[in-house]
């Protein structure tokens, strides 16, 4: 007898390096009682795409699904609702906000049993275009119709769009974003990053919203003899070269590209910063953590659950560019206060892990499966 394996679509904005890639990634490689696809926009790396189908996970790519781009967001919603007709899903469940959003109007569409939303980071900010802001809003307030659970990866989270109209409480679960703990428990330090230790290190995508310049600012204040380096790529990679050649930081400040050993670069670390001006649960700061490195990093969103503020790192204000240098100072300046804060860190790490996440994703599809099932009678 052939068991039914319900049919999950996955579907995000881009399939690029980024956290939100990472997660939906990790989850779908352990969703093994499910058929995943995976269905993502016009820019992808096609490592990821390899990636994902040598586990078995089959990809669809959408041309029209474009960040931030309202000209082809409306015809992307008839393409993706066309596909799920012709597919017959048991699930969709949307991450990012531009995927989430076509994509849930698409399910509503398509009539997919059940609807699910992950937020990975707070899509409203202060850096942002106020006209943007409003517009995203608006569409993340209809969606929330079309959906029957918004998973966040921390409760603030879920505050943050409850205060603004979207969706009701009843909606909403929290599931933090898992980490596969391992490889960054042991790693061998990477023995050609640039510069001299004590090492200070970003990693992420070299994109507005991250606070490279908040980290460029404070630098500058930097007293200890130390060096920065900024892991990854992005549309800002020009700019930062630029801009670290014209501050003269060109001798402490380097960037050292995408780098596919994150274990090894964290252990040839000293400092995990990410002055960030909106994110998620960050992953990279639960590797720092995994890897026994002190965190400074804003207090937004789901950092305040990752970082423990004077215990395993420090929390700062965003863009507060001299609360940033204050406390890099003083991790630089003392190694017994990183290594105790380093292992503090490694120890909460655990409540972050793939399992943990897998299980919960798993409870949660199989509740709102069986809850369709009563409402429609299959």
Sequence with gaps: MTVHRPR???FITRL??????AHLIETVRHLDKYDVTVGHGAFYHDSQVERLEREGVTTEVFPLVRHYNPVTAVPAVFSVAQYLRRNDFDIVHTNSTEAGIIGRFAAAIADVPVVVHTVHGVPFA?????????????????????TDQIVTNADVMAEAYLDRG????????TIPSGVDLEPFRD??????????????????RLADGKGFDVLLDAVADIRQEASVCLVGDGPLADTLESDIETRGFSDRVFLTG????????LAASDVLVLPS?????????????????????????GIPKQVEHGESGYLIPPGDDAALADRLNELLADPQLRERFGRRGSERATRFSVEAMVDATTDLYESLLSASRVHTGR
């Design 8 to 10: 999950v679509f996955q």
């Design 16 to 21: 690029l390096d980024g956290g939100a890639e």
């Design 126 to 146: 202060d850096d942002r275009n106020a006209l943007l802001n409003r517009f995203v809003l608006a569409c993340e307030r209809l969606a929330a119709r079309h």
């Design 166 to 173: 979207i969706g009701t409480l009843d909606q909403y679960a």
């Design 187 to 204: 790693a061998s330090p990477a023995e050609d990053l640039p510069g001299e230790r004590p090492r200070v290190v970003m990693i992420g």
């Design 258 to 265: 995408y780098r596919d050993d994150v274990p090894r670069v």
């Design 277 to 301: 001006f909106r994110e998620g649960t960050p992953r990279v700061i639960t590797e720092a953590m995994a890897a026994g490195l002190p965190v400074v990093a804003t207090d937004i969103a």
